[in-house]
C-alpha cells in the first residue's frame, strides 16, 4: 500500500505560481518552464554575437569609420551589454523580479535591433557608398547617421544587459533544490544552457555573417530581430507554468551598509575581544531571525570591524530591529570581507578580456585583406574566422576533461585536476600566446604585402592564406575555455551564501572593462602614434599594428605577474573555514 501524498509534497514553500497563489509541483516549473526560458537566451546569444562579431567591418566598410573608431565602437558597445547586467541583476534582485526583467529588457533589446535594421535599410541613414574610380573620396557617416546607430546599438545592449542578468537564475528558480529528481534536473538545465549558447554562437558567426556578407545587412540584422521577438513570444507564453520566488533584495545593499557603519564608527577603538562585537547570535536574541552561517572572524580589513561596534545610544527599531546602515552582524562584516579578497583576482582577469576583444576586431580587419578563398568560388567572410575560436573552446573542455584533469590530480593530488585560480591562470599564459602569434602573423602579412607592392591599396588583397590568423584565435578560444570556466567557478564558489548573483555580475564585469580597457588603449595608442607613423592605420598595411600586439603582450606578461602575487596570496573559503574547525553549509549545487 503507497503512502498518501501529502500536500507539503504537492506545494512548494517558497514558490509561486503567476497569479500569487503557492506554486504546485505537478502544475508549474520543470523541463517545459525551463525550455522556454532557454529559448530566449539562444536567441539572445544569436542576437546579440550575430550584430558584435561582424560588426567591425560593417562601420569601416558601410558607415566609412577609421579602424580605431570601429574598433572601439565594438568594444564599447559589447563593454556596455557586459557592464549593464550589474544594473539588470540590481533591477531584477530589488524591484521587478528575473520574469519582468527578462520581458521587459527582451522588449528593449528587440526595439534596439529593428532600430538596426531600419538603419541598414533606409539610404539616407547610411552614407553614400565610395567610388574610387572617380577620384571622390569616402563620405564618412553624418551625426545623424551615427546617432541613430549608436542609438540602436545602446538600446540593444541595454536589452542584452538586462535579460542575461536573469536568464540562468529564472531558469534554476523553475527547479526545487530541496527535492533530489529536480536538484539533478537543475544540473542538466545549466549543461543545456552552456550547450545553446555555443549553439547560438557558432550560428551566429557562421549563417549569419555570411547572410550579412552576402545576402546584405538588412537581411542579416533582420533575422536577429525576428529571433529576439521569437523568443519573447516563446519566453511570454510559458508565464502560466513558470514558478516565481519572492523579492530578497540586492547584496549590494548589504556591503554598502557595511562600508557605510564603518565610516560612521572609524574613530572608534576596536575592542580586543572580538566576542563584544555584534553577530548574528545577538541578533536573533533580540529577535531577528538568524538566516545566516555564522562565519569566524578574520583578522584581514579590520577596519570593516568597526561596522559590528554596538554602541550604547544604540536603540532599536520599532519592530526590534537594529538600523542597518548604523550597525552590522560580524557575519555580514566578514561576508564583505570575502568579497574583498576576491577583488585582487577580479582586477587581474580584466587584461583577458583586452586581448579577447582583439578577435572581434583587429583579427577581423585582418582577415578582410587576406586571401580568404577556399577552392575557385567560395570566399570566407572575414568575421567567421571568429568559429575557430569557438572551436578552440570546444575542443578545450573535452581535453582538459579528459586528458588534463586525470593527469593534473595525479601530479597535484587534487580531484578536480587544476583549482580554480590554476585554471585561470594557465587561461592568461595562453593569452600571452596569442598575442605574439598575432604580431607575427601581422609582420608576415606585411612583408607579402610590401613584397608585392601593396602597401598603398588599402582594398588590395594579399596574396597570403587567411588560415594564418587561425593560431591567434584558437589560442584566444582556448584561453576563454580555461578562464571563463575557471572565473565562474571561483566566483560562485568563494563568494558568500546569497551573493551568487551579485558574484556572477563581479565576474560579467571584468569582461565588460576588459573591452572599455581596449577602446582606452586604442585610443591612447592611436593619439599618440599620430597620423605619421600610426600603429593603427586605416589602412593596415601603412600602419604597425604587429606593435599593438606586442604591447598587448608586454602588458599582459607584467599583469600576469600581479596575479601569481595574489593567487599566492589568496586562501579559498572552505580551506578558511576547515582550519577554524567549520563545516561549511550545503549551498545546493553549483554550476561548473
Known amino acids: ?171 534554476s528558480d523553475q527547479f526545487d533544490e530541496s527535492n533530489k529528481e529536480e536538484r539533478n534536473q537543475m544540473t542538466n538545465f545549466f549543461n543545456w544552457f552552456f550547450f545553446l549558447i555555443s549553439i547560438g554562437s557558432l550560428a551566429a558567426v557562421t549563417i549569419l555573417v555570411y547572410i550579412q556578407d552576402n545576402l546584405g545587412r538588412k537581411w542579416g540584422y533582420g533575422i536577429c530581430a525576428c529571433a529576439i521577438v521569437a523568443g519573447l513570444v516563446l519566453f511570454l507564453s510559458g508565464t502560466r507554468k513558470y514558478r516565481f520566488k519572492k523579492l530578497v533584495g540586492s547584496p549590494l545593499t548589504q556591503i554598502a551598509t557595511v562600508f557605510v557603519a564603518a565610516w560612521k564608527k572609524r574613530n572608534l577603538v576596536l575592542p580586543a575581544d572580538t566576542s563584544f562585537l555584534f553577530d548574528i547570535d545577538d541578533a536573533e536574541a533580540e529577535g531577528q531571525k538568524k538566516k545566516k552561517q555564522r562565519l569566524p572572524h578574520s583578522k584581514q580589513f579590520r577596519f570593516l570591524d568597526r561596522a559590528a561596534i554596538k554602541e550604547p545610544q544604540m536603540g532599536n527599531g520599532s519592530n526590534g530591529a537594529v538600523n542597518k546602515w548604523q550597525l552590522s552582524t560580524l557575519t555580514d562584516v566578514e561576508e564583505v570581507k570575502l568579497v574583498v579578497r576576491m577583488l585582487p583576482t577580479w582586477a587581474t582577469t580584466i587584461m583577458f578580456w583586452t586581448v579577447y576583444a582583439q578577435m572581434t576586431t583587429f583579427s577581423v580587419s585582418q582577415a578582410t585583406t587576406m586571401d ?107 584561453g576563454e575555455a580555461f578562464t571563463y570556466i575557471g572565473q565562474l567557478d571561483f566566483f560562485l564558489r568563494e563568494c558568500p551564501k546569497g551573493m551568487k548573483t551579485m558574484s556572477t555580475g563581479l565576474f560579467l564585469s571584468t569582461l565588460s572593462l576588459g573591452f572599455f580597457l581596449s577602446s582606452l588603449l586604442v585610443s591612447i595608442v592611436h593619439k599618440i602614434t599620430g597620423d605619421k607613423k600610426p600603429w593603427l592605420a586605416d589602412n593596415l598595411n601603412q600602419g604597425k599594428l604587429y606593435n599593438f600586439y606586442w604591447l598587448l603582450a608586454i602588458l599582459s606578461v607584467l599583469n600576469l605577474g600581479f596575479y601569481l602575487v595574489g593567487a599566492k596570496w589568496y586562501v579559498y573559503k572552505d580551506k578558511r573555514l576547515a582550519d577554524e574547525g ?4 550545503d549551498t545546493g549545487p553549483v554550476c561548473h
Open 372 to 478: 580568404r578563398h577556399i577552392g575557385k568560388s567560395f570566399e570566407i567572410p572575414p568575421a567567421s574566422l571568429t568559429v575557430f575560436f569557438v572551436g578552440g573552446i570546444l575542443l578545450t573542455v573535452p581535453i582538459y576533461d579528459r586528458i588534463i584533469v586525470p593527469i593534473a590530480a595525479k601530479i597535484l593530488k587534487n580531484p578536480q585536476g587544476l583549482t580554480p585560480l590554476q585554471r585561470i591562470g594557465v587561461g592568461l599564459v595562453l593569452s600571452i600566446l596569442a598575442m605574439v602569434a598575432a604580431a607575427l602573423t601581422e609582420l608576415k602579412r606585411l612583408h607579402v604585402a610590401r613584397s608585392h607592392g601593396l602597401t598603398d591599396d588599402p582594398n588590395a588583397v594579399i596574396p597570403l592564406g587567411v588560415f594564418w590568423l587561425v593560431p591567434q584565435f584558437l589560442l584566444v578560444g582556448a
Open 1 to 171: 500500500m503507497s503512502l498518501p501524498v501529502t500536500q507539503g509534497d504537492k506545494i512548494l514553500q517558497d514558490a509561486w505560481d503567476y497569479k500569487g497563489r503557492p506554486a504546485e509541483r505537478s502544475r508549474t516549473g520543470g523541463w517545459l518552464s525551463a525550455a522556454m526560458i532557454l529559448g530566449v537566451e539562444a536567441c539572445e546569444r544569436l542576437t546579440t554575437l550575430g550584430i558584435a562579431v561582424n560588426l567591425v567591418t560593417y562601420l569601416t566598410a558601410t558607415m566609412h569609420l577609421g579602424n580605431a573608431s570601429a574598433a572601439n565602437t565594438v568594444t564599447n558597445f559589447l563593454g556596455t551589454s557586459f557592464m549593464l547586467c550589474l544594473l539588470g541583476g540590481f533591477v531584477a534582485d530589488t524591484f521587478l523580479g528575473r520574469y519582468l526583467t527578462i520581458a521587459i529588457f527582451a522588449t528593449v533589446q528587440a526595439t534596439g535591433v529593428t532600430i538596426l535594421t531600419i538603419s541598414t535599410t533606409i539610404p539616407s541613414l547610411r552614407p553614400p557608398k565610395c567610388a574610387p574610380e572617380t577620384g571622390a573620396l569616402c563620405t564618412s557617416a553624418s551625426g545623424m547617421q551615427l546617432l541613430v546607430l549608436y542609438l540602436a546599438l545602446y538600446m540593444t545592449a541595454l536589452g542584452t544587459g538586462g535579460l542575461k542578468s536573469s536568464v540562468s537564475g529564472f531558469g
Open 582 to 585: 567549520i563545516e561549511l553549509e
